[in-house]
């Protein structure tokens, strides 16, 4: 299922990277590490009280002129606005209130979604709190005082943020349509990619219901069957300079990749894929979600019978940590190949949800078990003694085992081979999580 995003939205100094620091060190529900991929903290994933959620900071590169602060904070309630579930307002009680919190405070009140407003750095709720009671003028609630650096009021904070969630049994079971995001690096040919899509097929550019967000997604049928396109395309910024560029289009992906079920992955042909697309990936690789990778412009290079396998080693060397993932050569010009795209999407959001039998996993554990003996340390051996499947999207595993701290990384990866080689599960990552039982 997908996780509410949360945003911080507020101005320079304020404190939201302090804020957004304490919880996302704190309380990160489960540490999850991507090999090659270097991760500068925008996004992170909470968790409180069993609810879990996004975390975004829209904040980062800060003006120095204070002419551009407004315009500069505009932009980014916009984002949390366009990208967000909730959106944490914060201000600050030493700066008390100011003209531009109002102005943004206003903007986020006529977009109708749920703000939590908080006043930060009330670092003594004795001294401080008469201050706290001015920001009610903002007109968006109740002030909710808190010290990040300090640790205090997060968990009113906290509690106010997942009262806006949806309840985890509401409606967005009962849309079942394969929901698709396409994301990648500017340029690669994302937009095209929809549009060709789009003329070949009959097209509703529709609300979707239980969402609550102003991104439009696009519903696109095939062979009589609905698809939800997610866009990240859509956002585009002038005038930007790199970084700010590349963050937005971050934490675009991060809201992008969160609702769907299954990601295409651009790249672009004539570029070949780069660090930046690692990036791109690990975000749908972190989230357990089916990826296809497309490689686009495929009529825009020269091609022998070596260059598809050049590329595919080249693809499997920098996007190491997803082995599984199914690549595809197309050209949105040429409209070459993508009609296969549908079939390579519904087999991979079955693969997503496919359930194996635990009679059937002990089989394969106790041949593979057989085939290659477990580590062993210091004169004792790992006994693995049972496989069990405990979810889906993405199929997710429990070993029970005599002793975790022998069952190796590499052993896992062959029990997980051998999982793949019975069923293939392409296109999706599959979890383990190793249990003892004495
Ligand atoms: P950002 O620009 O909004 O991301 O703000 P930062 O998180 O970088 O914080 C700006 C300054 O405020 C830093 O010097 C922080 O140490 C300080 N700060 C953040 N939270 C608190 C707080 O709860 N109390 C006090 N007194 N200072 C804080
Ligand atoms: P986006 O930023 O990822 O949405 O990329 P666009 O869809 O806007 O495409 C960027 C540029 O690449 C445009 O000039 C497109 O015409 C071009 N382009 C997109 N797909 C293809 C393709 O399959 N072949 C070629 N040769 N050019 C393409």
Known sequence: ??????????????????????????????????????????????????????????????????????????????????????????????????????????????????????????????????????FYNLGIGDPIPISAASRLGLGDMLDAVIAHFPESDGTEEDDDRPRVAIVGKPNVGKSSIINRLLGENRVIVSDIAGTTRDAIDTEIVHNGKEYVFIDTAGLRRKNKIKEELERYSIIRTVSAVERAD??????????????????????????????????????????????????????????????????????AMTGQRLPKLYDMIDMVIENQTLRIATGVLNEIMTEAVAMQQPPSDKGKRLKLYYITQVAVKPPTFVIFVNDKELMHFSYTRYLENKIREAFGFRGTSLKFFIRERK
């Open 262 to 331: 299954v990601v295409l992955m651009v790249i672009d042909a004539t570029e070949g894929v780069t660090e930046q697309d690692a990036k791109i990936a690990g975000i749908a690789h972190e989230r357990g979600k089916g990826v296809i990778i497309v490689v686009n412009k495929w009529d825009a290079i020269e091609k022998n019978d070596k260059t598809m396998r050049e590329y595919e080693a080249k693809i499997r060397q920098v996007l190491s940590y997803m082995p599984y993932a199914e690549i595809m050569y197309v050209s």
């Open 1 to 134: 299922m997908s996780k509410p995003v949360v945003a911080i939205v507020g101005r320079p100094n304020v404190g939201k990277s302090t804020l957004f620091n304490v919880l996302a060190g704190e309380m990160i529900s489960i540490v999850k590490d991507t090999p090659g991929v270097t991760r500068d903290r925008i996004y992170a994933d909470v968790d409180w009280l069993d609810r879990e959620f996004t975390l975004i900071d829209t904040g980062g590169i800060e003006p120095d002129s204070r002419d551009i602060i407004l315009s500069q904070m505009r932009e980014q309630a916009q984002i949390a606005i366009d990208t967000a579930d909730v959106i944490i307002f914060i201000t600050d009680v030493k700066q008390g209130l100011v003209d531009s919190d109002s102005k943004v405070a206003d903007m986020l009140r006529r977009s109708g979604k749920p703000v939590v407003l908080v006043v930060n750095k009330v670092d003594n709720f004795d001294k401080y709190m008469a201050d706290v009671y001015e």
